[in-house]
């Protein structure tokens, strides 16, 4: 397990993040997001996007429309043709809809009372998470939300969870309010948070959740300079954690048990001889005691990510199928592959891998626990997260394209890559597990998982677009395995 920084450690951290850095912040209202986001990002000279100020956006334009807030296809044809600008103002993001500035038009009890209806559209969440991605393409962004860590950016940079008590965040919300002039009952302010709490943490599209990676902070007893400090300090974490990784390739080369070296240099040269390519790999490497978790879409995905990986002793769990044969199975034993029974929960195997984890080995696993159709990763199966919560292992997320269609020196219509996410370190799980049973937190850290393989394949294929081969073969073989197995699985 990782050691966490202290705050003098933190503090001595560089403030500097990359320029395309995405700062990611969510929490209920009133939770102190949108002054914090602002003063991040004018401290990190990163642009601020309110994304709730969009939605507020549409909703106004609805409201203007007389157009029903329960009509989701109005709603998509309104946003559809509009031109919506966010500008950071002084207080509060300046919002511009068709030309008009809306900024003061967005907060009224009107749209307060209608933006969890019109929120919680699928269509419109996807439209919005679009112009949402639009923005982080052009640069660097610290855009707050609900679910900007745990959907529209499952790979963000930092990503922070505001949290206060319900009494805490209607004292702010009234305080503003009369601020802004407008009366207000406290009780009433209260009612309505709790009720917008409800109705954004209850949706089944995309609610309101700390994500497990996020680092959460409680602002209700910080003022506005600590609740912003706590935050800069967050956004250093990831960064401090990477640059302990000092792990001497050459040494740990040394150290490695004879049979990991001849193996390691036996499958080193088969990456070469089909035209591997290895992208986004972690600066400046892996620690041990990792989760190395992949998508999985042929039989040649293991040894060709094993490929890759000359680190360290490296176990895989492995079906227990795998084991059958003699000569397999002294091979399998050779690798110390942990062989898994994968028709229920095998308690054994994880407690194996777990004790590999624990011991500073990296574990090599593939979430989806059998091959799927490229193109459509999941679903993720329990062990990821069922491991991760028991070890507190870190999850290094690895996305393989074109196993499917191999040759020797390169398949030419056929890009073949292994790409590496950056390493994911679970903050949350305690704050979790505090609130939600194991099944759960397994669960979330499943559909986190889902979400990074997803945003890995966009990545790959924004850099080398889908060829018309690769196409092909991904619609013969959905074809073919859907024929087959409805189910999804393909072995
Ligand atoms: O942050 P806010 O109060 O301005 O957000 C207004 C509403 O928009 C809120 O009730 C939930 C919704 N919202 C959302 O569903 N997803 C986001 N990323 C941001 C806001």
Not at 291 to 298: E, G, K, P, Q, R
Not at 338 to 347: F, K
Not at 462 to 476: N, Q, W
């Amino acid at each position: 397990m990782e050691r966490l920084p202290s705050v003098v450690e933190l503090r001595a951290a560089s403030d500097a993040v990359p320029a395309d850095a995405v700062v990611a912040i969510d929490g209920p209202a009133g939770s102190g997001k949108s002054t914090t986001a602002r003063a991040l990002a004018r401290r990190l000279q990163l642009v601020y996007v309110d994304t709730g100020a969009m939605y507020r956006a549409l909703t106004r334009a609805a409201l203007e429309a007389a157009a029903d807030p329960a009509d989701e296809a109005a709603l998509c044809r309104l946003l559809d043709g509009a031109d919506l600008r966010l500008r950071p103002g002084d207080k509060e993001a300046q919002v511009v809809w068709n030309g008009r500035d809306v900024s003061q038009a967005i907060r009224t009890p009107a749209v307060d009372a209608a933006v969890s209806a019109v929120s919680a559209h699928g269509e419109v969440r996807r439209r919005m998470v679009e112009r949402q991605r639009e923005f982080a393409r052009r640069g660097g962004v610290v855009m707050e939300g609900r679910d900007i860590g745990s959907v529209v950016f499952p790979l963000a940079t930092a990503k922070l969870y505001l949290d206060a008590t319900l009494s805490a965040r209607a004292e702010r919300r009234w305080r503003q309010q009369r601020e802004r002039g407008q009366a207000a009952e406290r009780e009433a302010v209260q009612r309505d948070l709790a009720e917008r709490d409800r109705l954004d943490s209850g949706r089944a599209e995309s609610p309101l959740a700390i994500s497990p990676d996020a680092l959460v902070i409680d602002t209700s007893r910080l003022s506005l300079e600590q609740q912003i400090e706590e935050a800069a300090l967050a956004c250093r974490i990831n960064p401090w954690l990477d640059a302990r990784v000092d792990w001497d390739a050459a040494r740990a080369w040394r150290a490695l048990p004879a049979k990991y070296r001849l193996f390691y240099n036996a499958v080193a040269p088969v990456g070469a001889l089909v035209g591997l390519r290895v992208a986004g790999r972690p600066a400046p490497t892996v620690p041990p005691g990792v989760i190395l978790a992949s998508n999985h879409i042929s039989w040649f995905d293991p040894p060709l990510v094993g490929s890759t990986f000359r680190r360290g002793p490296v176990r895989t769990l492995a079906k227990r199928e795998l084991f059958a044969g003699p000569i397999a199975r002294a091979f399998f034993r050779w690798l110390d592959a942990i062989p898994i029974d994968r028709r229920g929960y095998d308690a054994a195997a994880f407690a194996a891998a777990g004790a590999a984890l624990a011991a500073g080995q990296n574990l090599l696993l593939f979430p989806e626990g059998t091959r799927r159709r490229i193109g459509e990763p999941g679903p993720i199966k329990g062990g990821l997260g069922i491991l991760a919560q028991e070890t507190r292992a870190p999850i290094l997320p690895i996305f393989v394209r074109g196993t499917r269609a191999l040759a020797f020196g390169g398949n030419p219509q056929s890009p073949l890559e292994i790409r590496y996410g950056p390493l994911v370190r679970l903050h949350a799980l305690d704050r979790l597990l505090r609130d939600h049973d194991r099944r759960e937190v397994t669960e979330r850290i499943g559909a986190l998982f889902l979400g990074i393989l997803r945003e890995l394949e966009a990545r790959s294929y924004a850099a080398t677009p889908e060829s018309e081969y690769e196409r092909r073969l991904r619609l013969a073989q959905g074809r073919r395995d859907r024929r087959r197995n409805p189910f999804g699985e393909t072995g």
